[in-house]
């Protein structure tokens, strides 16, 4: 079984042994999650409940209870506090995270896939490579988050991101375009305004009756997505990808900025007005 170190090191070899393009996101590939690394745990959940009670109790950013590199997947962890911890490599695959609360938590390079965070709480967390395909955050609250995760197909319907940035690491370009990746996510009825968009990913996505006001939404990759009924008021789409998009209806666009600018305007689809 690898150690803590020895999997570090074979997740940093993973992604700078590929080309430049080849960004975070594309580890999975490469990973079975089938195997006790992934789908195992080390702890029990009083273990775990017990570690995050010994930290210490001061200020929420200076709890310092340290998971790093845990196997704590498929546990009950619902309604725990992790709030400050460091979570760097732990893994969490398919976990019940319900109503847990990860404020100010580092959970770089972690691993939720299909991970059940209903009602969590993410407050300014760091979500750096953090791997959370088809994660379950209903409701759940992200505002001020910064994440450069990996949201392929999850479940954020109701979810708050306001103020929360998704945009490209440009100092990390070695390791490929790290951005937030929201494909073929469900964002209906969140709020992501005020969030940093920029350069994220979010073909296909659901967007239905989101609130993208004042969003930085430049060079962004929007295409197939369903804007349908989204508040776009301030919204800057320079540069933002919107093929074959669906749009909302002209009122809803008229408070957008830059729309003009947009790629791919002319292949967007709008709606039917009455």
């Known amino acids: 079984m690898l150690s803590r170190v020895a999997f570090a090191l074979a997740l940093m070899t993973a992604l700078l042994g590929h080309p430049r393009d080849a960004v975070a996101q594309d580890l999975l590939r490469y990973v079975d999650l089938n195997s006790p690394e992934m789908s195992t745990s080390e702890m029990t959940r009083e273990e775990v409940d017990a570690l995050l009670k010994a930290a210490p109790q001061g200020p929420a950013d200076q709890r310092s209870a340290n998971l790093e590199g845990k196997r704590l997947s498929h546990l009950d962890l619902s309604g725990l506090d992790f709030t400050g911890s460091n979570l760097r490599l ?32 993410l407050v300014k967390a760091s979500l750096l490579s953090t791997q959370m395909q088809r994660a379950k955050l209903g409701g759940a609250d992200l505002s001020g988050a910064r994440i450069t995760a990996d949201l392929s197909g999850a479940s954020l319907s109701g979810a708050k991101l306001a103020g929360a940035d998704l945009s490209a690491d440009m100092r990390n370009q070695s390791m490929g375009l790290m951005r937030g990746v929201l494909k073929s996510a469900d964002l209906r009825n969140a709020d992501l305004s005020g969030a940093n968009l920029s350069r994220a990913s979010l073909a296909f996505a659901k967007l239905q009756n989101a609130n993208l006001a004042n969003c930085n939404l430049t060079h962004a990759d929007l295409a197939g997505a369903d804007l349908s009924n989204a508040n776009l008021a301030g919204a ?3 540069e933002t990808d919107l093929a074959s998009a669906l749009l909302p ?3 809803a666009l008229a408070g957008a900025r830059n729309l003009d600018r947009a790629w791919n305007l002319e292949q967007a689809r709008r709606p039917r007005e009455p």
């Open 90 to 121: 732990a893994r969490f695959n398919r976990t019940n995270l319900k109503g847990a609360r990860f404020d100010r938590a580092i959970l770089n390079q972690a691993w939720l896939i299909d991970a059940d965070l209903t009602e969590a709480s």
């Open 236 to 238: 800057d789409f320079t």
């Open 249 to 251: 209806n002209a009122a």
